[in-house]
């Protein structure tokens, strides 16, 4: 059985899909780029501004699913300029302990409104 999880504290979805899916024991998360939830505007600033945003926008997702980034077992991310890839890096890390998740990071030509950074997880109950 599919279940949905919404929460306000991530921003809604901007197209056909939900903010993640329950599948018994795995979450599915959304790719979240760095808006904010209360305005639905991308955050002013620069990619480790984005990064912060797209974190706490992950994190708000899997605290509605009761869950922590502990139990996130794989990240993907997309970015737009490799050139980012230490910043987005390092602000990561802050949100992350031993043992760090799986991941993979791509850079990608364009992202949804033009941000620099999009974020997906999978995690396990």
């Known amino acids: 059985m599919v279940k949905k999880i919404h929460t306000d504290q ?3 979805a901007i197209g056909p899909y939900s903010q993640a899916i329950d599948v018994g024991d795995l979450i599915f998360v959304s790719g979240q780029i760095p808006l904010d939830p209360e305005t639905m505007e991308v955050v002013a600033g620069d990619i480790t501004v984005q990064t912060e945003q797209v974190m706490k926008n992950l994190q708000a997702i899997l ?3 009761g869950l922590t980034f502990k ?9 737009t300029n490799m050139d ?6 390092e602000t990561y890390a802050k949100f992350l302990e031993e043992p760090y998740p799986a991941r993979a ?21």
């Open 105 to 125: 990071t791509v850079e990608v030509s364009k992202l949804p409104k033009g941000v620099g950074v999009e974020m997906d997880v999978i995690a396990k109950k």
């Open 10 to 12: 991530a921003p809604q």
């Open 63 to 65: 605290t509605e699913a």
């Open 84 to 89: 980012d890839f230490q910043a987005i890096n």
């Open 71 to 79: 139990n996130v077992a794989k990240f993907t991310i997309y970015i």
